[in-house]
């Protein structure tokens, strides 16, 4: 079975300063990876994904992830936080290998990012 | 592109009752959509997949008779909670991915369902 775990429930960092999301998942096979975010009382956006090829990964507002194989992680970062950034971030895979057809997607617990002015 | 909506966004219902919530893909072609659910302060939860013409396969756990998908076409699926109890209330999400694609999931902003 897939699981994702992400460690932290809340990571508090200053603006500007760069920030970590932390995520490590479980697949049997090949994992499909993504991030999303979520602000309060809407739905999920899309960040990023990792697919194959390159282990960084950038996508929107700035932010990327690094693939790591060895260390069945993809951490979430970006150089420098905005207080705009402050929402939660949910982890999500999906095993290429055990995928039965539905496609559908393993979520994190969610790390809530807060950043202060 | 890529835009999912969900009708209501918010609905508030007596015990008992049954609501129905819509998910919509505006500009492209759901072969398949998903339906979640997430408690505060917790993560989606998948609760069913249904493709477009047939029966939604639903996770363990969820009663079917109590969610009742439908996916009738390519652009629209239902959720109907049936007899809701205060204890189905939670913020429901579909996602929708279209026909050829791999990867990509786009989800709607979500219903709030209070059931009183």
């Known amino acids: 079975a897939q699981s994702v775990a992400q460690p932290e429930d809340q990571v508090n960092v200053a603006e500007g300063n760069p920030l970590t999301v932390k995520c490590t998942y479980s697949v049997s096979g090949n994992p499909y990876l993504f991030w999303y975010v979520q602000y309060p009382n809407r739905g999920l956006q899309f960040l990023l994904k990792?697919?194959?090829?390159?282990?960084l990964v950038k996508g929107s507002y700035g932010f990327e992830a690094e693939f790591n194989k060895s260390q069945t992680s993809f951490h979430l970062k970006k150089p420098s936080a905005l207080v705009s950034d402050s929402a939660l971030y949910f982890c999500a895979v999906r095993d290429i290998l055990m995928d039965t057809g539905r496609r559908a997607l393993t979520f994190g617990s969610g790390t809530r990012l807060q950043v202060q002015p | 592109g890529a835009v999912v909506s969900q009708h209501p966004s918010r609905v508030i219902c007596k015990s008992g009752t049954s609501v129905k919530i819509e998910c919509r893909s505006l500009d492209f072609q759901a072969t398949t959509m998903f339906w979640y659910r997430q408690f505060p302060k917790q993560s989606l939860m998948l609760m069913a997949t249904?493709?477009?013409?047939?029966?939604?396969?639903?996770e363990q756990g969820v009663e079917k008779d109590k969610f009742l998908i439908n996916h009738a076409s390519l652009t629209l699926s239902t959720l109907t909670v049936t007899s809701a109890h205060p204890e189905d209330s939670s913020f429901y999400i579909c996602?929708?991915?279209?026909?050829?694609?791999?990867?990509?999931?786009?989800f709607g902003p979500g219903t709030r369902l209070t059931v009183l």
């Open positions: 996602s929708a991915r279209e026909g050829l694609a791999l990867y990509e999931q786009f």
């Open positions: 990792y697919i194959t090829g390159d282990n």
């Open positions: 249904s493709n477009e013409g047939s029966k939604a396969t639903y």
